[in-house]
């Protein structure tokens, strides 16, 4: 799938940028998504957990989003990484996964990295201390991030799961993918409110952007045409749950 996407989608992501992502709470609770008989939870945060193998993922962090902006003259606060990873951090410390994907553009660029400021790389290796960390190639990091711990990988299967970047054209069960970065308008009581989701139809599984700097797509968008085989479901995340949206409940933006 081209990344290329028309001006009118651009514009919609950009405006999306300023949506504030969801807040993060003690009472978190978890819903459970089927893909391929696997059940797995997914958390108001945006993230997943395979708790049968003990195993947390991500999706499109774009860590230094901001200082990559900078460099090409468009300030923005500076305080994307240290936020996400905040986030990132109450996630691990609160299920303690033995095993974190990544699942591709966890930096913005393939110099993120080396921008990253020294209480950021440190709470990054706190983080990746004591468990398997798996990079997965992003089209904005399609190299391994440089200096950092963890293994760097293009896609990875695990039993009936395959866990990649940008979902494939082709028919692929069992697909957990980012790259789109999924967000629903959901209308109710007169009025309606637009925040990220997963998107799923049990055979595969798009997980929303994690990154503070990242916003999404609709996904009554056309990126989204002909990724699913069945009319796939909204998972919407609220403060502290996620809430489940047929396709009636949604509307475009």
């Known amino acids: ?18 949506e504030p992502a969801p807040r993060l709470t003690n009472s978190a609770q978890p819903t ?18 395979w708790a049968d193998e003990r195993l947390m993922i991500v999706a499109d ?16 606060p500076p305080y994307d990484t240290r936020e996400t ?38 709470t990054l290796k706190r983080l990746q201390a004591g468990r398997t960390w798996i990079w997965i190639a992003g089209n ?26 940008e979902p494939d054209n082709r028919p692929a069960a069992g697909e957990i993918a980012g790259h789109l970065h999924p ?11 637009r925040r990220r989701c997963f998107v799923g139809d049990g055979e595969r ?5 994690f990154g503070a700097y990242t916003g ?13 085989a069945r009319t796939p479901t909204a998972f919407v995340l609220g403060n502290d749950r996620v809430y489940a949206v047929r396709r009636a409940g949604l509307r475009a933006d």
Not at 36 to 49: D, S, T, Y
Request: hydrophobic content about 50%; some cysteine; aromatic content about 8%.
């Open 85 to 122: 990873l905040e986030r990132l951090t109450q996630l691990i410390d609160r299920v303690a996964p033995a095993t974190v994907i990544a699942l591709g553009d966890s930096f913005h660029d393939i110099d993120g990295p080396m921008r990253m400021a020294a209480g950021d790389r440190s």
């Open 1 to 18: 799938m081209s990344c290329a996407k028309p001006p009118m989608i651009w514009l919609r992501m950009l405006w999306a940028m300023s």
């Open 140 to 165: 904005h990091d399609p190299e391994a991030p440089a200096a950092l711990a963890g293994d760097y990988v293009d896609e990875l299967a695990i039993g009936r799961l395959v866990f990649r970047h």
């Open 183 to 193: 967000a629903a308008r959901v209308r109710g009581r007169g009025r309606s409110v």
């Open 216 to 228: 999404g797509f609709n996904i009554l968008d056309q990126a989204f045409d002909g990724l699913f």
């Open 32 to 49: 459970l998504i089927g893909v391929m008989g696997v059940m797995i939870e997914a958390f108001a945060e945006g993230a997943l957990w």
């Open 205 to 209: 599984l798009i997980v929303p952007a």
């Open 61 to 76: 962090l774009h860590l230094e989003k901001g200082s990559s902006f900078a460099r090409h003259g468009q300030l923005l």
